[in-house]
């Protein structure tokens, strides 16, 4: 179908010279009150200056909606500026390509045009400008062309309240509103001569949130993409550690080979060693198989350096002060190792083993990202997890250990919520198998799975990846970090940003910090 068929054909471009006869049009026809179209030079000079910044759509030819921005050092200026000092007097004299925001110079759709979004397309176009230069901000002075109809009678701040609770509306700040921009102040005298604003303006600025503030390094920076690596671990007889520490290392070797990031055991992987004891007092048992412990984290942390791969080595019980605890260990490939205690034993893990919560919580740094570390029950206290989200966690690790279907599917359920709630990656890794000799851990059931946050730009059941239940095998999914980071500005639900903090509130309490 041709051009003079269709009602319509718009493109979306960047301003030329010889568009000063439309974009005159346009001025003349929206702007009488502020003295119509810029002169010919003016124009001349935004082009020249910075055209990039300079945006239009055209149907059939002629331009009908334009944007124009410029890009300055914004602490040159400050908050406190009117629209002559930071564009240049229009001229864009004020252009500077070193500069961190993008100042929205203007924005205007003929009439006729307005029915058709053109200005939200003019929006995205120019975050997009915004995002591509890596500007940390889009800084605008908004109109309030329906102020001067209540100006009699409430304040420029009274008059912004009631647009923002859609009591009033104003064909311009509805508008950027509407598209993300947030109000930071009201700007006295920003352009004088527009009497239907009272020579008021809004002040507003929509954040890039993918700007970089540094370069980053050639090697060693940020990761945006991560490959984890799960363990199903198979519960089977080991003679001696020695044979359990094989079978470990078959594991991160073959994980390393597929280049993970990060290798997941599950919890109490160790427990086939309980067999070794030649007592039956469950309590006496679990207290050999701590006996093993400093040994095995010692080889993993070997492991984890010698095969290049971050080791989140489920968990093991661990004596101190002559009380037992669950302790995951973090061993990363650069040598070191951290530690994150099971806060929450089980009802089982207190009566049969005498077994002690932790009293510390981390958020641990690492390579690949900021994670967390919860075992298995622990999981299923939301309040760990929101504590761990206001420390920016990323990704959530979750060794389990777990006898039957309904005790697996609580830890799935309450890991999956809290993916959603958190907006980040839940990985749970568990074994299976049975120990008929060991008392008390005789059976296993469970699924590894990767879970994600519920939106557009994920899963559409929120599941990455998931194993074959009951079955030893490793799981391997890449997770795209910088999907959390649009989902928790731009998603379709907020679940951090909308919290009610004015209402409620997640502490920790304990004497213990967050953080090292």
Known sequence: MSDSETEHHLALRNLKEDDYAD???????????LGGAWPRHKFRSQIRTFPEGQICIEDKGTVVACALAVIVDYDKFGDKHTYDEITGDAYLSTHDPKGDVLYGVDVFVHPEYRDLRLGRRLYEARKDLCRNLNLRAIVAGGRIPNYSKHASEMSPQEYLEKVKSKDLYDPTLSFQLSNGFEVTQILKAYLPEDKESRGYATLLQWHNIDYDAEVAPLIG?????????CVQWQMRFFKDVKELLQQVEYFVDALSDYKCDVALFPEFFNAPLMGLSKERNPVDAVWHLAGYSSEIIS?????AVSYNINVIAGSVPVIEDDELYNVAYLCRRDGTVESQYKIHPTPHEKKDWVMQGGDALRCFETDFGRIGVLICYDVEFPELARILSEHEMQMLFVPFWTDTKNGYLRVRRCAQARAIENECYVVIAGSVGNLPMVDNVDIQYAQTAVFSPSDFAFPHDAVIAETTPNTEMTL???L?????????NEGSVRNYLDRRRDLYRVEWIGTEKIMK
Do not use: C, F, N, W
């Open 23 to 33: 974009i005159k049009s346009m001025m003349d026809l929206i702007y009488p009150q």
């Open 299 to 303: 080889e993993v942390s070997r492991l």
């Open 221 to 229: 920076g940020p990761k945006s993409t991560v490959r984890v690596g």
């Open 480 to 488: 795209d970090l910088t999907r959390l980071k649009t989902l928790q």
């Open 476 to 478: 391997i999914a890449d």
